[in-house]
């Protein structure tokens, strides 16, 4: 691994998730933009040996937020049922991703397209994730973004439903991106 670690700017920075509205009542639900409040990122990034990049993410499980404008009853109970039936987030505090592996290809002066694999550790289990990445190196600023997908069922999460079942969560997630981090001493 190389020795140019960048830390997470919080300020700038942003990571949020989508799930998606099914069932026979989809057409009345929404589907629900959760930004990702507390997570901290540590990355390894050398552009002379971009190939040994590496990244660890940890997310603070409960600090999840629907940002849709939407009732404040209704935010309160989709981040109740998220955080106490989806998550389980008093047993599961921690959601951590750590890179195993990375390939890069150039883009141009200070550019990459990445594929980083790594395990996901969600709700107990753990599982191999691919992240298509963007990743721009520009003096002591790191940014990368992109997106990728779960399938709840993977980790051992329940698929939420309501209204009987008319309205139920998809199994997957969109997660997306946009870090800039800062290169440390």
Known sequence: MTDLHYLLDKGVSRFTVRAFA??????????????????????????????????KVEIRADSLEVTDDIKSKDRKEIESTMNQKVLDSSKYPSIVYESSETST?????????????GNLSLHGVTRRVPVNAQIAVNGDTLRSYGEFSILQSDFGIPLVSVAGGGLKLKDELKFSFDIVARKQD
């Not at 009542?25 to 990049?53: K, M, W, Y």
């Not at 290809?105 to 694999?117: H, N």
Request: glycine share 8%.
């Open 22 to 55: 099914s069932g026979m009542l989809s057409a009345l639900g929404h589907n629900p933009t959760i930004a990702i409040r507390d997570f901290t990122v540590d990355a390894a990034f050398d552009p002379a040996e971009p190939q040994q990049a590496a990244v």
């Open 105 to 117: 290809e150039p883009l141009g002066e200070g550019r990459y397209k990445a594929v980083i694999t």
